[in-house]
T-cell receptor, first 109, second 119 residues
Framework: GQNIDQPTEMTATEGAIVQINCTYQTSGFNGLFWYQQHAGEAPTFLSYNVLDGLEEKGRFSSFLSRSKGYSYLLLKELQMKDSASYLCAVMDSNYQLIWGAGTKLIIKP | GAVVSQHPSWVICKSGTSVKIECRSLDFQATTMFWYRQFPKQSLMLMATSNEGSKATYEQGVEKDKFLINHASLTLSTLTVTSAHPEDSSFYIC???????????????FGPGTRLTVL
């Protein structure tokens, strides 16, 4: 079966750095997405990786290793507004998004 | 950017009634739209894929007669929850797929979601 694993919850301090990991097992691979979702709102797109390596976009970076079935989202200089759930999703061979359960990130002052 | 709207943003209805949710792509045409359901503290669950001009493709376990999907135009898809019951209470989110650009994938843009509460 297809499976996306990510931690349920993480806590970090304002101004610090946090890394949210995601491992996946899917039938085929056409890219990995990270989305941010605040409570009661729809997800918003953060990043897309289809090749191995690190993609940097401001305070957020996303890394992919296809051979390991592994990705992480790195958030730097954490701000209180970064408190949200972060969803990892993989596009399989049918171009269908398979979603992880999300990681709830709690930022403390 | 690409904007997707949903209407209504929240709805409360009595058990046994039907509720229609609209999903519109405001500044682009979407051949494909997706309907998701999300229960509290859970991830998005794809319900169906809606293709303009053809029947929707439902995921396993989703009753097509209960969740009616109509994708009548390239900018509008509707989801009708028929004979709603309290267990149908959830956050319903649509997304619209914009065609290939310079990227190697078709971007999905999400609507703001509709919170349905069935009493």
């Amino acid at each position: 079966g297809q499976n996306i694993d990510q931690p349920t919850e993480m806590t970090a301090t304002e101004g610090a750095i946090v890394q949210i990991n995601c491992t996946y097992q899917t039938s085929g691979f056409n890219g990995l997405f990270w989305y941010q979702q605040h409570a009661g709102e729809a997800p918003t797109f953060l990043s897309y990786n289809v090749l191995d390596g690190l993609e940097e976009k401001g305070r957020f970076s996303s890394f992919l290793s296809r051979s390991k079935g592994y990705s992480y989202l790195l958030l730097k200089e954490l701000q209180m507004k970064d408190s949200a759930s972060y969803l990892c999703a993989v596009m399989d061979s049918n171009y269908q998004l398979i979603w992880g359960a999300g990681t709830k990130l709690i930022i403390k002052p | 950017g690409a904007v997707v709207s949903q209407h209504p943003s929240w709805v409360i209805c009595k058990s046994g009634t039907s509720v229609k949710i609209e999903c519109r792509s405001l500044d682009f045409q979407a051949t494909t739209m997706f309907w998701y359901r999300q229960f509290p503290k859970q991830s998005l669950m794809l319900m169906a894929t809606s293709n303009e001009g053809s029947k929707a493709t439902y995921e396993q376990g989703v009753e097509k007669d209960k969740f009616l999907i109509n994708h009548a135009s390239l900018t509008l898809s509707t989801l009708t929850v028929t004979s709603a019951h309290p267990e149908d209470s959830s956050f319903y989110i649509c997304s619209a797929e914009r065609g290939a650009s310079s990227s190697s994938y078709n971007e999905q843009f999400f609507g703001p979601g509709t919170r349905l509460t069935v009493l």
